[in-house]
């Protein structure tokens, strides 16, 4: 191999190298950086409505803004600006938002709102009843239709 063949390679190899370096990695940075502001987001939309602080809310899900639909946009958003937007990458991105988004504020918000009424239920019961002492299902899991389209717009953002 003759030395500019050498120079070619080791500077095509050296360019990858960094360039493939996770935090060059612009659609993942975009996505954890919309996560954590729309988690971080949600401490503070929760103190408005309750008046008080709940650092739960930091890993919790469902709230204002929907941190799922704020990360799959971002996600979906930043490849169609790093790869573009007629390409195959944005195609998968965006579809699996869609679905994603689709999830949060259908299925999980329903499987809440089941939750809550099962919780109910189990509270009723006499004490006697073997479910009288069971622990309560979690009932925030998704995102209204509002949560959703806030938590995208943050990921566009």
């Known amino acids: 191999m003759n030395h500019d063949a050498e120079a070619?390679?080791?500077?095509?190899?050296?360019?990858?190298?960094?360039?493939?370096?996770?935090?060059?990695?612009?659609?993942?940075?975009?996505?954890?950086?919309?996560?954590?502001?729309?988690?971080?987001?949600?401490?503070?939309?929760?103190?408005?409505?309750?008046?008080?602080?709940?650092?739960?809310?930091?890993?919790?899900?469902?709230?204002?803004?929907?941190?799922?639909?704020?990360?799959?946009?971002?996600?979906?958003?930043?490849?169609?600006?790093?790869?573009?937007?007629?390409?195959?990458?944005?195609?998968?991105?965006?579809?699996?938002?869609?679905v994603v988004m689709y999830d949060a504020f259908g299925v999980r918000l329903q499987a809440g709102r089941q939750a809550e009424v099962l919780n109910q239920i189990v509270y009723e019961l006499p004490a006697e009843h073997p479910l009288a002492e069971s622990r309560p299902l979690r009932e925030l899991l998704g995102h209204t239709p509002p949560q959703t389209k806030i938590g995208s717009l943050l990921g566009a953002f």
């Open 8 to 98: 070619s390679s080791s500077t095509t190899t050296s360019h990858y190298s960094s360039s493939s370096s996770i935090l060059s990695n612009y659609p993942l940075l975009a996505a954890l950086l919309s996560f954590i502001l729309a988690q971080t987001i949600k401490v503070f939309t929760s103190w408005y409505r309750e008046r008080r602080w709940d650092i739960k809310q930091l890993i919790g899900s469902g709230g204002m803004p929907s941190s799922h639909s704020a990360t799959v946009t971002a996600l979906a958003a930043a490849i169609g600006l790093q790869e573009g937007f007629g390409g195959s990458m944005f195609a998968i991105s965006l579809v699996i938002a869609c």
